[in-house]
Nanobody
Framework: QVQLMESGGGSVQAGGSVRLSCVAS????????VGWIRQAPGKEREEGEV???????????GVKDSEQDRFTISQDKAKNTVYLQMNNLKPEDTAKYYC??????????????????WGQGTQVTVSS
């Protein structure tokens, strides 16, 4: 059973930075995509947007076009951890961020509905 545990959320002022961490366990293959999904207020997490995704096997990465100059996704394979570095945060970045994973793929995954496993989410609140 794949398990994901996020950490690193909190409150920050506009212009600040936050690094989210996702520790993953329960899979024995590198054919895994891990993504960070931003859940908009009032919507289900599956209706959110994938702001970044990484393919564990060959470290391919994808970041939402509008966030490419502020967000970075990375991994530490030795720690089974995926990170989302968010810089120059804006109030509109306020959301619950979920780490999610899907096993058996060959590339990054950009659609929330394609993820099979989800963490509990971590809240990021950006004040102006």
């Amino acid at each position: 059973q794949v398990q994901l545990m996020e950490s690193g959320g909190g409150s920050v002022q506009a212009g600040g930075s936050v690094r989210l961490s996702c520790v993953a366990s329960g899979y024995t293959t590198d054919s895994v995509a891990v993504g960070w999904i931003r859940q908009a207020p009032g919507k289900e997490r599956e209706e959110g947007e994938v702001v970044a995704s990484i393919f564990i096997g060959h470290d391919s990465k994808g970041v939402k076009d509008s966030e490419q100059d502020r967000f970075t996704i990375s991994q530490d394979k030795a720690k089974n951890t995926v990170y989302l570095q968010m810089n120059n945060l804006k109030p509109e970045d306020t959301a619950k961020y979920y780490c999610a994973a899907v096993v058996g793929v060959r590339w990054t995954v950009r659609a929330p509905l394609e993820y099979d496993y989800w963490g509990q989410g971590t809240q990021v609140t950006v004040s102006s």
